[in-house]
T-cell receptor
Framework: DQQVKQNSPSLSVQEGRISILNCDYTNSMFDYFLWYKKYPAEGPTFLIS?????DKNEDGRFTVFLNKSAKHLSLHIVPSQPGDSAVYFCAAITTSGTYKYIFGTGTRLKVLA | GAVVSQHPSRVICKSGTSVKIECRSLDFQATTMFWYRQFPKQSLMLMAT?????????EQGVEKDKFLINHASLTLSTLTVASAHPEDSSFYIC????????????FGQGTRLTVV
């Protein structure tokens, strides 16, 4: 049972345009969400996070939006840069538990120069 | 920021041998560390939660006797793949969270295990 899903396995965007990566979850107990970026043969690196009490968090070019009623979050990258090309994973946790991270299946973003 | 170091980054071993992977939190104490496995073009699959001073908690379907986890100190967790077989070949990643810091976990560099 996939509790966190990223339905788009890949996305191509032109440099300078906006990249929108989507993530859906099923477990209503999740109360904290994170986005990680991963290059091949490396561990994921943290990008941005959002608590379930918020609906938006912004950090530079990265903004995460959370729609709790729809159990949906998205990561916006604007403007997109070629260096943003990587696989992006969303993750969800329940902070009252063991902080066990549940990851989505990932979306491969390719930013075209 | 918090750093998690994983070693080795790459290992090739013969079928039937055991391989140990280390995960260290370099500038914080981690009472809990997590071990993941990633198959090609797939998500990070949580294998087990490593608890300092106690037994690890394994996810459903993960063989405890195959993937031995030891968390002997607050900065070190080890994953031993016992009697490795080619189907154990994968990318293994550990993570840890600084309990005194923010909520995000930090990940090691990963270990590419190839069993021949």
């Amino acid at each position: 049972d996939q509790q966190v899903k990223q339905n788009s396995p890949s996305l191509s965007v032109q440099e300078g345009r906006i990249s929108i990566l989507n993530c859906d979850y099923t477990n209503s107990m999740f109360d904290y969400f994170l986005w990680y970026k991963k290059y091949p043969a490396e561990g994921p690196t943290f990008l941005i996070s959002i608590s379930s009490i918020k609906d938006k968090n912004e950090d530079g070019r990265f903004t995460v939006f959370l729609n709790k009623s729809a159990k949906h979050l998205s990561l916006h990258i604007v403007p997109s840069q070629p260096g943003d090309s990587a696989v992006y994973f969303c993750a969800a946790i329940t902070t009252s538990g063991t902080y066990k991270y549940i990851f989505g299946t990932g979306t491969r973003l390719k930013v075209l120069a | 920021g918090a750093v998690v170091s994983q070693h080795p980054s790459r290992v090739i071993c013969k079928s039937g041998t055991s391989v140990k992977i280390e995960c260290r939190s370099l500038d914080f104490q981690a009472t809990t560390m997590f071990w993941y496995r990633q198959f090609p073009k797939q998500s990070l699959m949580l294998m087990a939660t490593s608890n300092e001073g106690s037994k690890a908690t394994y996810e459903q379907g993960v063989e405890k006797d195959k993937f031995l986890i030891n968390h002997a100190s607050l900065t070190l967790s080890t994953l031993t793949v016992a009697s490795a077989h080619p189907e154990d070949s994968s990318f293994y990643i550990c993570s840890a969270r600084d309990p005194t810091g923010d909520t995000e976990a930090f990940f090691g560099q990963g270990t590419r295990l190839t069993v021949v």
